[in-house]
């Protein structure tokens, strides 16, 4: 069975519930993750977390709207290096996860969950090919000049 992962309910994002967001990641061990899910846009929080982890933490969108978002956020393990290779594992290893969850779940004939993860599934691939061609394809790009 797959395990669940905590949710934490934001309402409508407030600054006191934004704290509380900040709180439970601070408090999320490494290599944790869980899920935030509120009834308005989440890009105030997301903001804040880019600007007081940079890149030390991972936001994946599950629900994106326009009655429910939801996304899952985790916290990398101090060893995982902030690299290209390694922000792109993450992200495959959690579409990797999404689509065990889809193969069970079309075993047991969980119509709404089967829903759920095929949005799920379309934004985490649509956000992989954005991390591709923000972070990958321009280094492809570099051609080393010869010296001659």
Not at 37 to 60: D, I, M, N
Request: charged share 25%; hydrophobic share 45%.
């Amino acid at each position: 069975m797959i395990s669940e992962r905590p949710v934490l309910d934001l309402g409508e994002v407030s600054r006191n519930e934004r704290a509380r967001a900040l709180e439970a990641f601070e408090r999320l061990p490494p290599g944790g993750s869980f899920e935030i899910s509120a009834h308005r846009q989440l890009g105030p929080l997301f903001f804040e977390l880019q600007t007081r982890y940079g890149l030390g933490f991972h936001w994946w969108p599950r629900e994106p709207g326009p009655f429910v978002w939801s996304v899952t956020l985790a916290k990398p393990s101090p060893e995982a290096q902030l690299m290209v290779a390694s922000v792109m594992a993450a992200y495959h290893l959690h579409l990797h996860e999404l689509c065990r969850e889809f193969e069970f779940a079309v075993g047991r004939c969980q119509i709404d969950t089967v829903r759920r993860l095929v949005r799920e599934l379309s934004l985490g691939l649509r956000r992989c090919i954005d991390l591709e061609e923000i972070m990958l394809f321009p280094l492809l790009e570099v051609v080393p000049t010869r010296v001659g």
